[in-house]
């Protein structure tokens, strides 16, 4: 198997932080993708859309893979290494949570577009947690959404790194030394 782009993700439950990660991270001067779910709710929401997750949940999950689809092909003309909030294997984990069937096609997808490993979970957090327009699903529901991206990243064959709750500052400086974007790597006991 050829090795992966240096596509980075961020994965976990919803408000656990990985927005405001991606933004950092964008400010310190590195590629980042946005996550699909939210782009894709505002999108629907602007136009009276059908492919929101509480009307047509299949509806939604193709509009992921779509824009999961374009946001790895774009990365791949990005400079240096790119940071993705979520990836096509969350959408598995969407699929899941909603007992819902995967499609044969998104399973190929996952195993034929790759990213770097390990996968950096943030872990629910209860003190940050909030809920807004875009984001209607309650703690509970935020904290069983990020053990199910545990399961389906590893069974999609990746290592899951848990991102400590810490300041936005520490958590990037975490993500970069995980990385190998920073010198003197701290993250090789890191919890999973």
Same mark, same amino acid.
């Given at each position: 198997?050829? /090795?992966p782009p240096?596509f980075?993700?961020?994965t976990?439950?919803?408000?656990s932080?990985?927005?405001?990660?991606l933004?950092t991270l964008?400010?310190?001067?590195?590629?980042? /993708?946005e996550e699909?779910g939210?782009?894709?709710?505002?999108?629907?929401?602007a136009?009276g859309?059908?492919?929101?997750?509480?009307?047509d949940?299949?509806?939604f999950?193709?509009?992921?893979?779509a #824009?999961e689809l374009?946001?790895?092909r774009?990365?791949?003309?990005m400079k240096?290494?790119?940071?993705?909030? !979520?990836?096509?294997?969350d959408?598995i984990?969407?699929?899941r949570?909603?007992?819902?069937p995967?499609?044969?096609?998104?399973l !190929?997808a996952? !195993?034929?577009l790759r990213y770097?490993s390990p996968?950096?979970?943030?872990?629910? #957090?209860?003190?940050i947690?909030r809920?807004d327009a875009?984001?209607r699903?309650?703690?509970?529901?935020?904290?069983?959404? /990020?053990?199910v991206?545990?399961?389906?990243?590893?069974e999609?064959g990746y290592?899951?790194?848990e991102v400590?709750?810490a300041?936005?500052a520490?958590?990037?400086?975490?993500?970069?030394?995980c /990385?190998a974007?920073?010198?003197?790597?701290?993250?090789?006991?890191?919890?999973a």
């Open positions: 198997m050829p /090795c240096p980075h993700v961020l976990g439950g919803p408000g932080g990985k927005s405001s990660l933004t964008a400010q310190a001067g590195h590629s980042t /993708c699909a939210r782009a894709i709710i505002r999108e629907q929401q136009i859309g059908s492919g929101l997750p509480w009307r949940p299949n509806l999950a193709e509009r992921m893979l #824009w374009k946001a790895h774009q990365a791949q003309k240096g290494p790119v940071f993705f909030d !979520r990836s096509l294997v959408i984990g969407y699929l949570l909603n007992d819902l995967v499609s044969e096609h998104l !190929r996952v !195993r034929q770097q996968v950096l979970l943030l872990p629910h #957090w209860p003190q947690y809920n875009e984001r699903q309650d703690a509970l529901e935020a904290e069983r959404t /990020c053990a991206m545990r399961e389906v990243y590893a999609a290592q899951l790194l400590p709750t300041s936005l520490q958590r990037r400086n975490f993500v970069l030394q /990385c974007l920073s010198p003197a790597p701290a993250c090789e006991n890191a919890p």
